[in-house]
């Protein structure tokens, strides 16, 4: 498997592992794994983390890559309310939300954060695709400010550099209903 073969097998910026036995089904799963170090090693391909790797000199989103690291996510908190414009501060990892454990990922490029929110909270989001085809999910606005409220366990807002105005109201208050007094105090009580 050479790196012309690999590209050849693989239209995304992106593989996984367990795609190459079913692309190389005569190679040895060994051998793959030399070949994929030897590439890695060469700097023609990046291994963000166990089992996933992107082709060096590729464009893919941070947000999408976000979605590829830790499966069952979507991105939120400070990186949505930067993205929308909420926020004014460039967030220095990306940040999003999860059902499964809480956790951290340093990779070559950038780290990534994942909060875990209970699974009547894991909605709100909307699927976006980045320039190079990939998919990534995202809360809308007013998800990502509740969010931040919740795990970040802010009871007021008025200390925070957020400009709220703008968000629909009606589902703000509609998202709202599923999470705790406190965070709907934090929003509406100012």
Not at 17 to 32: A, I, N, T
Not at 168 to 189: G, T
Request: hydrophobic share 40%; no cysteine; glycine share 4%.
């Amino acid at each position: 498997m050479t790196l012309k073969e690999l590209k050849a097998a693989i239209r995304t910026p992106y593989f996984f592992w367990y795609q190459l036995g079913r692309l190389f089904p005569d190679e040895k799963p060994q051998s793959m794994k030399v070949q994929l170090a030897r590439l890695a090693k060469k700097g023609e391909i990046v291994r963000i983390k166990k089992g996933l790797y992107i082709f060096v000199g590729v464009d893919i989103d941070q947000l999408s890559l976000s979605s590829l690291i830790y499966r069952h996510s979507y991105v939120s908190l400070e990186t949505a309310l930067n993205f929308y414009g909420l926020m004014p501060d460039i967030p220095i990892q990306v940040t999003a939300i999860t059902t499964k454990a809480s956790r951290k990922f340093t990779t070559a490029q950038g780290v990534f954060t994942y909060s875990m929110v209970e699974k009547n909270l894991f909605f709100g989001y909307e699927r976006h695709t980045d320039s190079s085809g990939a998919n990534y999910d995202i809360a809308a606005a007013e998800k990502a400010l509740l969010d931040w409220l919740y795990i970040r366990r802010i009871s007021r807002m008025a200390a925070y550099r957020i400009e709220v105005n703008g968000l629909d109201q009606e589902k703000l208050q509609r998202f709202s209903k599923l999470f705790p007094d406190w965070v709907k105090k934090a929003i509406f009580h100012e």
